[in-house]
């Protein structure tokens, strides 16, 4: 099966600029994931959806970042504006479902440089 | 909210010999807990994962322990090989599946020819 998609792969932005990054999960994924992985660091996890629903943001600087996925699908993660600390890989992942024994696929992430 | 601490943060072992990765959790309500290997550049994989009603799962080379008293779970991996060079992250979650995985700062494991 095709893997969870994203693009682009790099991108290198000046500070107080914005970006967007675009995910396309696995077909039939009810669940997407977005986490934010600094160097050297473990995956945060920045907000999850089910379907076209926010589950947990919890974690999702909400004064730069925000995120949707209309129609359930495809998702779109943006940053306006972009600090230096955030220079970061940022991972989409995907999953069947969440309550159940499920595992998520990661994309092959976004690598972002603010400069 | 959760608090997962993995150690060493490298190791390095030759060839043949086996490697072992530990981690604990705070939050006693995880009870699921995955381990994930990312090669450089590229995306984490799940390579093994336990439930909290189970003490050990073993896949091939590859084996989990979890310890729900003392908080902890550990990865062992016998007989290692170049291609187990990575790094791996373990990860805990309370709802049992995907959702809320709190990862660990991760290890690079070495192997050494």
């Known amino acids: 099966e095709a893997g969870v998609a994203q693009s682009p792969r790099y991108k290198i932005i000046e500070k107080r600029q914005s970006v967007a990054f675009w995910c396309n999960p696995i077909?039939?994924?009810?669940?997407l994931y977005w986490y934010q992985q600094i160097l050297g660091q473990g995956p945060k996890l920045l907000i999850q959806?089910?379907?076209?629903?926010?589950?947990?943001d919890s974690q999702l600087p909400k004064d730069r970042f925000s995120a949707e996925r209309l129609k359930g699908v495809d998702s779109t993660l943006k940053i306006q504006p972009a600090k230096l600390e955030d220079s970061a890989v940022y991972l989409c992942?995907?999953?069947?479902?969440?309550?159940?024994?499920?595992?998520?696929?990661f994309g092959q992430g976004t690598r972002l440089t603010v400069v | 909210g959760e608090n997962v601490e993995q150690h060493p943060s490298t190791l390095s072992v030759q060839e043949g010999d086996s490697a072992v990765i530990k981690c604990t959790y705070s939050?006693?309500?995880?009870?699921?807990f995955p381990w994930y290997k990312q090669e450089l550049g590229k995306r984490p994989q799940l390579i093994i994962d336990?439930?909290?009603?189970?003490g050990e799962k073993k896949d091939q080379r590859i084996a989990v322990t979890l310890n729900k008293t003392a908080k902890h779970f550990s990865l062992h991996i016998t007989e290692t090989q170049p291609e187990d060079s990575a790094v791996y992250f373990c990860?805990?979650?309370?709802?049992?599946?995907?959702?809320?995985?709190?990862f660990g700062k991760g290890t690079h494991l070495i192997i050494q020819p």
């Open positions: 939050d006693s309500a995880s009870n699921y």
């Open positions: 077909s039939g994924h009810a669940t």
């Open positions: 959806f089910q379907n076209n629903g926010v589950v947990d």
């Open positions: 992942a995907s999953s069947l479902e969440t309550h159940r024994a499920t595992e998520a696929f």
């Open positions: 336990i439930r909290s009603n189970v």
């Open positions: 990860a805990a979650s309370p709802g049992g599946g995907a959702d809320g995985l709190t």
